[in-house]
């Protein structure tokens, strides 16, 4: 029997499969196959941190395969991926296939590979190792961590703030970064101050210019002009002198490259230079990483994504070093090798940095074969690689000091050329590489101290202290990165739930605050605020690492955590909603209630005399309302959720998502008589005046109304969604939402998708393998002798033939793939019933006339379910007479099929 070879995913399975041949058999766990259950009890402190674990269906499934595949076998090999997540796959993997009895005389061992091509993974097989102990239990502790943090702080939120959605803990302190930023832009006072430049020019007249940077014998500091009369007096001071160069300084200076890629600074370079989210990045590079078909091959083309290290392989240096002398020459190659040094303080989990596998594969030479993202991302990942190997880059840097004659005023001239590109000749770090290009180019002409030098127009201008940023994704990430808090793996995943939970919203590629999130941190921050601290954070981090590293032990990092956390949350157990309401208001004052551009009371109610503004509390969240309550019924709500309307609500049971920008029309969410769906535009008629109904689509189960953003609702109403092409038959996969829920068809397979599974997201890897499972919806069997295709079709209550207008159902028991034409064409015959005319059915009813009904089967009796007795016969007849009980309608006991129908 062949070795079992477990990894992640289907993709890498098919991929992993062809380089080690017939004596490996290769599954995919798809990515965890258990977990903590989401409801409270799953994690013990009083007995010592004992974890419940739960898999789903899938992940059953999945092992159910592995331990098929292990009957025989020799070697179990678990290859998931290099990282505390891939440890802890492996060791469920293992834990659950050893409750099984699966593993007797099975060799486990563990394997990893920073690349998926086949010389590593033969090198992995060649030196196995145990199961990481300590990595474990740092998932262990992390995990029993974000699970006890969010099922006892998330039910405090929901009690003492209604409306609130979740607490985390890593997310809970970048909403508190991002909210602590906006309150800083909110309280932000412009300040104004001038600069004085002046055009000179050499004897020869050739231009350059320069800035005044002393007056009166002093150095000039920001705010040292204030206002246009100051400037206008230091413009008239540069005008009425006579300068000359006072001193020539020049400089030759280097800059070093980059070192390669980890997975923070991909984030926040693929989000600076290509505009594509953190989420985004890190699925683009999964697929890098995976395997790409080029040339009927499929190769992994980068290194593992999620890596907190810098270092590279010295054979895979080596390549780069002779990439950069045959593509640049001797004069772009450094004399010895560069060598980057990771400042992740967990050594087991600082693995290689991100990097071609094989720098001869250019970004030129694959591009036919990606798609524009995974282009993208290809090419900034080679080209940083490359550049990190590369010479440095030497700038020659003047500086002038231009001189009046008194010496109390002086101007500077600065310039600087590049003198060798290096580096630069291939990659550029900087944001702004147009602005980096003249900076580094900008040339002043020759001087010589003591030339005189000519003035030409000298302009004052007017500036104003702009406030701090907005945090983009890659800002909030490196900020994430240098206060030590969180991993880089996930820093995506956390970003993606303020973002679903309402926190906070994107716009321009900036991280906004709503007033929901600002309600969250404002109440953590007053009463849990040593949870939501960096420095806390941080150092909690540092106690994961050295539980991973063999330095400490997790359940006594956990005992002391909880005993703090504990007594926190108790102590919250008396704390009253208003007293919560009054702390809330005091901290947000200023931002639900500005000042007012005419001085007036901005908490002044505007419907009765006397009233004041404050934040109350409702079931469903919190609102702004009057002190003269109930008198007085004022209210509004919080600040709008998003521009021109998005977000509001304009009726009970309608909320405004936004404008679809391809028709123009409203997309709302309604709710109907079967729960909650999108909409497109209104009810209107056609060019003849008939009536027209406007495209709708329910929303599916795990979708939540409250976090259904536009984006979303238009994917949803343009359902059915292409998939994309099987691998091995090229046909098209779609997913679509049906009258049973969602699910997948490829020609004529259909798969309902499993509870977990997401339409508007489902993957592709993940599409193939439940449609390996799929049965087809119908069988063409041939011609019928007297003309026309005979189908054996897949039907709600059994399968049955079709041929034309005639069905028949299959005897009981009969698979699909056992009949044969000349059994159909017999059946046909001799049990086949014409199906009535369109529209002669009515309704529903006549659209399912197309598939024959079968006769319940009478139910047996059981314990459990006792069997009714049947009505006496002779009692009704006795009350009617037969005529009239023959001509009587029957009751409609049952219409559920037909109501199922109408939703």
């Known amino acids: 029997m062949p070795d079992v070879v477990v990894v992640e995913s289907p993709a890498k399975a098919r991929t992993i499969e062809k380089y080690l041949g017939s004596g490996f058999k290769v599954l995919a766990s798809l990515g965890h ?37 292990l009957r025989g076998a020799n070697r179990l090999f678990l290859a998931t991926d290099p990282d505390r997540e891939g440890e802890a796959i492996s060791w469920h993997v293992k834990d659950m296939l050893a409750s099984q009895g699966a593993l007797r005389g099975v060799d486990v061992r563990r394997i990893t590979f920073n690349e998926i091509t086949k010389r590593a993974v033969q090198n992995a097989l060649a030196h196995p190792r145990d199961l990481d102990t300590p990595l474990i239990e740092a998932y262990l502790a992390r995990r029993a961590l974000d699970y006890l943090v969010g099922f006892t702080l998330s039910p405090v939120l929901w009690r003492k703030l209604p409306g609130s959605k979740s607490a985390g803990r890593v997310q809970s ?55 246009e009369p100051a400037a206008l007096r230091a413009k008239a001071a540069v005008e009425a002198a006579e300068w000359s160069v006072g001193s020539v300084e020049r400089k030759r200076v280097k800059r070093h490259p980059p070192p390669p890629f980890q997975t ?6 693929a989000s600076r230079k290509l505009g594509m989210g953190a989420q985004m990045t890190m699925r683009t590079a999964q697929q890098l990483y995976e395997g790409v078909d080029i040339g009927g091959e499929t190769v992994g083309l980068i290194t593992y994504m999620r890596t907190d290290g810098v ?15 045959h593509a640049f020459g001797e004069d772009y190659l450094p004399a010895a090798p560069r060598e980057y040094s990771s400042r992740a303080k967990n050594a087991q989990e600082a693995h290689e940095a991100i990097r071609p596998t094989d720098v001869s594969r250019t970004p030129e030479q694959v591009a036919p074969f990606l798609s524009e993202p995974q282009r993208k991302l290809y090419e900034l990942i080679w ?69 005189p030098v000519k003035r030409g127009e000298v302009t004052a201008s007017q500036h104003f202290t702009q406030p701090p940023p907005r945090y983009s994704e890659a800002s909030l990430v490196k900020k994430l990165e240098e206060l030590g808090i969180g991993r880089p793996s996930t820093y995506a995943s956390i970003l993606q739930v303020l973002q679903d939970r309402q926190y906070v919203r994107l716009e321009k590629r900036r991280f906004i605050p709503e007033d929901r999130g600002r309600l969250v941190t404002a109440f953590l921050v007053a009463f849990f605020e040593r949870y939501v601290d960096t420095g806390f954070t941080a150092a909690l981090e540092e106690q994961l690492d050295d539980i991973s590293g063999g330095r400490a032990d997790w359940r006594a990092v956990m005992r002391a955590f909880w005993r703090d956390f504990r007594a926190a949350v108790d102590a919250t157990a008396d704390l009253k909603i208003s007293d919560v309401i009054d702390r809330l208001d005091a901290e947000l004052g200023p931002h639900f209630f500005p000042r007012r551009a005419d001085g007036g009371d901005p908490r002044a109610c505007p419907s009765c005399a006397g009233g004041r503004l404050g934040l109350r509390l409702g079931r469903t969240g919190a609102f702004i309302g009057c002190s003269n309550y109930p008198e007085c019924r004022y209210t509004r709500p919080l600040a709008v959720a998003g521009a021109e309307g998005e977000g509001t609500t304009l009726a009970e049971g309608i909320r405004v998502l936004g404008t679809d920008p391809a028709t123009g029309q409203q997309v709302t969410l309604r709710r109907g008589p079967y729960g909650i769906y999108a909409q497109l535009g209104e009810p209107g008629t056609d060019e003849k005046g008939k009536p027209t109904k406007p495209r709708r689509a329910s929303l599916t189960r795990g979708m939540d109304p409250e976090t259904m953003t536009l984006e979303q609702a238009l994917a949803l109403l343009s359902m059915p969604r292409v998939v994309g092409r099987h691998p091995e038959t090229g046909e098209e996969i779609t997913s ?18 499993d509870r977990d599974d997401d339409p508007l997201t489902i993957g592709l890897n993940r599409a193939v393998a439940l449609l390996a499972d799929a049965k087809p919806r119908g069988i063409t069997l041939g011609e019928h002798p007297a003309g026309g295709t005979v189908e054996v079709r897949r039907g709600r209550f059994g399968p049955f033939l079709l041929h034309g207008s005639r069905v028949a159902n299959l005897p009981r028991g009969t698979e699909m793939e056992a009949v044969t034409l000349k059994e159909a064409v017999r059946l046909l015959a001799e ?59 029957k009751p409609a006991a049952r219409k559920p099929a037909a109501g199922k129908g109408a939703r």
């Open 33 to 69: 196959v258990r977990d903590l259950p989401a409801k409270d009890g799953s994690v013990r402190p009083e007995e010592d941190f004992a974890m419940d674990w739960e898999a789903d269906e899938r992940g059953q499934k999945q092992v159910k395969a592995i331990a098929a595949a």
């Open 173 to 227: 302190v970048a909403l508190r970064l991002i909210c602590e930023r906006e309150a800083e832009i909110e309280a932000f006072q412009a300040r104004e101050y001038w600069t004085i430049e002046a055009r000179m020019a050499n004897l020869a007249g050739a231009p350059f210019t320069a800035r005044l940077t002393h007056l009166d014998g002093r150095k000039l500091e920001q705010f040292d002009l204030p206002d």
């Open 264 to 269: 923070s600074t991909l984030q926040q370079e």
């Open 311 to 325: 270092q590279m392989a010295r054979e895979a240096i080596q390549a780069l070093r002779a990439h950069i002398r």
């Open 383 to 451: 080209k940083r690689a490359v550049a990190s190997q590369m010479q440095s880059a030497e700038l020659d840097q003047t500086t002038v000091e231009l001189v009046e004659k008194t010496g109390k005023a002086r101007l500077r001239a600065t310039g600087s050329v590049i003198a060798f590109d290096g580096f630069l000749r291939l990659y550029r770090e900087d944001v702004d590489d147009a602005a980096q290009d003249e900076d580094e180019t900008r040339i002043l002409p020759p001087l010589r101290e003591g030339e």
């Open 736 to 753: 679509n939402l049906g009258r049973f829920g969602p699910y997948l068809k490829m020609g004529a397979l259909s798969k309902s998708l």
């Open 831 to 889: 049990k086949g019933k014409e199906l009535p005319p369109k529209g002669k059915a009515g309704g529903k009813a006549g659209a399912r006339a197309r598939q024959p009904a079968r006769a319940a089967p009478a139910r047996k009796a059981t314990a459990k379910t006792p069997v009714a007795k049947k009505p006496a016969a002779k009692k009704s007849a006795a009350k009617k007479p037969a005529a009239a009980k023959a001509g009587a309608k």
